[in-house]
């Protein structure tokens, strides 16, 4: 097995800024909304403070503290209450380096309806994103919502949480930044397909299989399993011939 890599303090908190400035300029999250952590050892990380907007956040604000919750270097602001849930991810699964928690406009809509994105229907979630289930209400920066997280983290790449908002995590910040674009992205289409356009194909088994494979191959790590239809609904041409 390869050793993890870390991010050092500076990486870390120049990551943070940024995913946190990415996050702010596509309206993932308004005023202060949303956390941020990155992981720079093994029981180490780096997180943003509660009551800033992300895409205004300096270095010299943001938080480094232990996974049993010890400070170690921090200003004049308190880390988010939410924090509970990054140390149940982290300590879940240590392979996790970087989480992001946001409110993006349309995924957040699905988790406020507590419809899962799970259906195999866009080749790119299958492959890049997996499964996103939505998990029960509970109040957010509280412990329960930490814990009902927890169950998720070894299988999945996010989630949805019912009347709140999303989750995604990753090897790196980056690519749990990645994975809350592909979210956004996949619940949108999948807003257009299912609930204006009414017509949804759904991939068979096989074709999500062969999708799979080749994501093994490139070394992507897939999420929990989308559903699948039985048979292929998507081998005709726009005339109706096969």
């Given amino acids: 097995m390869n050793k993890q890599v870390f991010p050092d ?3 870390a908190k120049q990551s943070i ?11 993932f999250v308004a005023a202060s909304d949303g956390n941020i952590s990155c992981k720079v050892s093994e029981d180490v990380i780096w997180t943003t403070p509660t009551g800033v907007s992300k895409g205004f956040m300096l270095e010299e604000t ?3 503290m232990r996974l049993d ?7 004049a602001m308190e880390p988010s209450s939410e924090i509970k849930m990054h140390i149940c991810i982290y300590n879940e699964n240590p392979s996790i380096c970087g989480i992001t928690h946001a409110h ?31 998990v029960h209400y509970e109040t957010p920066g509280s412990q329960g919502l930490a814990d009902s997280v927890a169950p998720y983290c070894r299988d999945y790449n996010g989630l949805l949480l019912a009347n709140h ?14 994975r809350l674009e592909s979210l956004e992205h996949f619940a949108l289409i999948h807003m257009y397909t299912s609930r204006l356009i009414g017509k949804t194909n759904v991939l068979s088994k096989d074709q999500v ?15 929990g399993a989308l559903r699948s239809a039985s048979v292929p609904s998507n081998l005709l041409d726009i005339g109706g011939k096969k």
């Fill in 69 to 75: 919750g010890t400070i170690l270097s921090a200003g």
């Fill in 17 to 27: 800024v940024e995913v946190g400035r990415r996050m702010y300029e596509k309206k």
């Fill in 165 to 178: 908002g999303v989750l995604t995590w990753g090897r790196s910040l980056m690519e749990a930044l990645f």
């Fill in 209 to 223: 299989e062969e999708l799979l494979a080749n994501s093994n191959r490139l070394g992507i790590v897939a999420g």
């Fill in 104 to 134: 993006p406009p349309v995924s957040t809509s699905f988790a406020i309806a507590g419809i899962a994105l799970d259906m195999a229907t866009y080749s790119e979630a299958v492959v890049n994103l997996g499964a996103i289930p939505c």
């Fill in 62 to 64: 943001l938080i480094k």
């Fill in 9 to 11: 303090d500076h990486m």
